[in-house]
C-alpha cells in the first residue's frame, strides 16, 4: 500500500480536483492510438481504503453491422479475460 503524505494524499494521487467524496484519483494514463482507439487507466483509492483501477475503453467501429458485432463480441471476450486474469492476480 502506498505511504500517505501528512496531507493525507497517496503518493500517486492526482492532488487536485480529481479527490472528493473520501476518493484519491491519479492522473489518467492514456494510451491513444489516433482515429481508431483511445484507453485511460485511473487508479482510485476509496473512502474505505480498497484500491480499484477504472478503465475506459474506445475502440472505432466497422461500418458494416456483421464485421461491427464481431468487434465487439471480439473486444469483450478480451476485456472479460483481461478482468479475470487482473482479479485472479490481485488475491
Partial sequence: MSRRPH???TEWCGK???CG?????????????AARARAVLVRVR????R??????VRVALASGEVAARRQLV?????????????AITGR
Avoid at 467524496?21 to 492510438?33: M, N, P, Q, T
Avoid at 476509496?46 to 481504503?49: D, E, P, Q, S, V
Avoid at 471480439?74 to 487482473?86: E, H, K, P
Fill in 74 to 86: 471480439g473486444l469483450l471476450g478480451d476485456v472479460r479475460q483481461a478482468v479475470t486474469r487482473a
Fill in 21 to 33: 467524496l473520501g476518493e484519491h484519483r491519479s492522473e489518467e494514463i492514456v494510451i491513444d492510438i
Fill in 46 to 49: 476509496t473512502a474505505a481504503g
Fill in 16 to 18: 487536485d480536483h480529481r
Fill in 51 to 56: 484500491e480499484h483501477a477504472e478503465v475506459r
Fill in 7 to 9: 496531507d493525507g494524499h
